[in-house]
């Protein structure tokens, strides 16, 4: 099993992702945001929003899926049919979403951050 696939990437303090924490760090990432220049700062903001709404949405599907599995009953007329849960489809499709956003937020935040969790180093073992 792949390593995030209980701790999805997210955002920590300052402006570096971490896989240690559960939810965004709000306050220390809009403080980073707020000390760019505007046009960053805006598409920041921005991203930062989206992120934390897919991560809500994310959770919201994670649930779906765990109550009623992977696999669901549809009704065909007078018979059912096994399908796949359709919160997995949208899970699936937002958790590549998330990703990328939080990848192109993690670039246009600055790289000077206290960070001690060997997050850069990561891959390169």
Do not use: W
Request: hydrophobic share 30%.
């Amino acid at each position: 099993m792949c390593r995030f696939a209980h701790n999805p990437p997210i955002l920590k303090k300052g402006s570096r992702i971490c896989m240690k924490t559960k939810k965004v760090d709000l306050i220390s990432i809009k403080d980073t945001i707020d000390t760019l220049e505007n046009d960053r700062k805006v598409l920041c903001t921005s991203l930062l929003n989206e992120i934390i709404f897919m991560q809500n949405t994310l959770d919201d599907l994670k649930k779906q899926v765990e109550e009623n599995g992977v696999v669901t009953k549809m009704c065909q007329g007078k018979y059912d049919i096994d399908r796949a849960n359709p919160a997995l489809n949208q899970y699936n499709t937002l958790i590549k979403n998330y990703s990328s956003c939080i990848k192109q937020l993690n670039e246009l935040l600055p790289k000077e951050i206290e960070n001690n969790d060997d997050f850069d180093d990561f891959g390169n073992d």
